[in-house]
């Protein structure tokens, strides 16, 4: 399982915004280049420009939504002038999750305090599931 934070937007100058940046961005890709692992049925190239990083890698969900929490605290306001910057569309808080097929329900619960955090950096939260059978 792991936890990502990424932005991207249609005009977003992501080379201008990570230049600028207090934060290492690892993962960054810009509008028209082509995808690395493009899905089938998908564009080969980006449509909008964008860029993310991993907060959280754990066996447990806690342990990302701990570590989630604490990069979201030490970077406040980077976070904030990302959000903010006038070419981001989106600005996500990713956690990737595995479930196996067998199971009937998969639940998962994020604490009143983890969904203030990500409001106040204006972080929309997305949970992916990944079938681990």
Request: glycine content about 6%.
């Amino acid at each position: 399982m792991a936890c990502y934070i990424r932005a991207y937007g249609s005009r977003f100058d992501v080379d201008a915004f990570v230049g600028s940046s207090s934060i290492e961005w690892p993962d960054v890709w810009r509008a028209g280049e082509a995808k690395v692992l493009a899905e089938p049925n998908s564009p080969k190239e980006y449509q909008k420009s964008g860029l993310q990083i991993e907060v959280g890698d754990g066996d447990q969900f806690t342990s990302l939504l701990r570590d989630a929490s604490d990069f979201m605290r030490k970077n406040r306001d980077e976070l904030l002038r990302l959000a903010s910057d006038p070419g981001v569309e989106r600005v996500e808080i990713d956690f990737g999750l595995t479930w196996n097929s067998n199971m009937a329900v998969v639940s998962v619960t994020m604490p009143a305090e983890f969904v203030a955090l990500a409001g106040e950096v204006r972080f929309a939260i997305e949970v992916t599931y990944y079938d681990w059978d």
